[in-house]
């Protein structure tokens, strides 16, 4: 068993080509014995994004604070505190925070990501 506070976990900059002002936390992974999915705590600071992508696996995305854009092939949607969304396998998707205040999201991902 894992028990920790999200705030106190461990964030690092996202450093993917095509990233501004982002950090990403792993809050469960299978380092902590998670076997199928892991837990990914994102910042995006004001006028921060992640790159534009895409992949064979799903996001499924919950907000935890601030607001901000979900690009999905094309399509712009807001998201704001308590959204939850589902980014499908091959969607090219972008996280933008065009907003003021920094935008907290959970992204829960295969750890079998093909």
């Given at each position: 068993?894992?028990?920790?506070n999200?705030?106190?976990?461990?964030?690092?900059?996202?450093?993917?080509?095509?990233?501004?002002?982002?950090?990403?936390?792993?809050?469960?992974?299978?380092?902590?014995?998670?076997?199928?999915?892991?837990?990914?705590?994102?910042?995006?600071?004001?006028?921060?994004?992640?790159?534009?992508?895409?992949?064979?696996?799903?996001?499924?995305?919950?907000?935890?604070?601030?607001?901000?854009?979900?690009?999905?092939?094309?399509?712009?949607?807001?998201?704001?505190?308590?959204?939850?969304?589902?980014?499908?396998?091959?969607e090219?998707?972008?996280?933008?925070?065009?907003?003021?205040?920094?935008w907290?999201?959970i992204?829960?991902?295969?750890?079998?990501?093909?």
């Amino acid at each position: 068993m894992k028990l920790v506070n999200y705030r106190e976990v461990k964030s690092e900059p996202v450093t993917e080509e095509g990233a501004k002002g982002t950090t990403i936390a792993w809050a469960l992974s299978e380092k902590d014995g998670a076997p199928n999915f892991s837990m990914r705590i994102f910042k995006v600071q004001p006028g921060g994004y992640t790159p534009l992508h895409s992949h064979s696996w799903e996001h499924e995305i919950f907000v935890i604070a601030g607001e901000g854009i979900l690009s999905d092939e094309g399509e712009e949607y807001r998201l704001r505190a308590g959204d939850i969304a589902l980014v499908s396998p091959q969607e090219e998707h972008q996280f933008r925070n065009d907003g003021n205040q920094i935008w907290e999201f959970i992204c829960l991902v295969p750890n079998e990501r093909r």
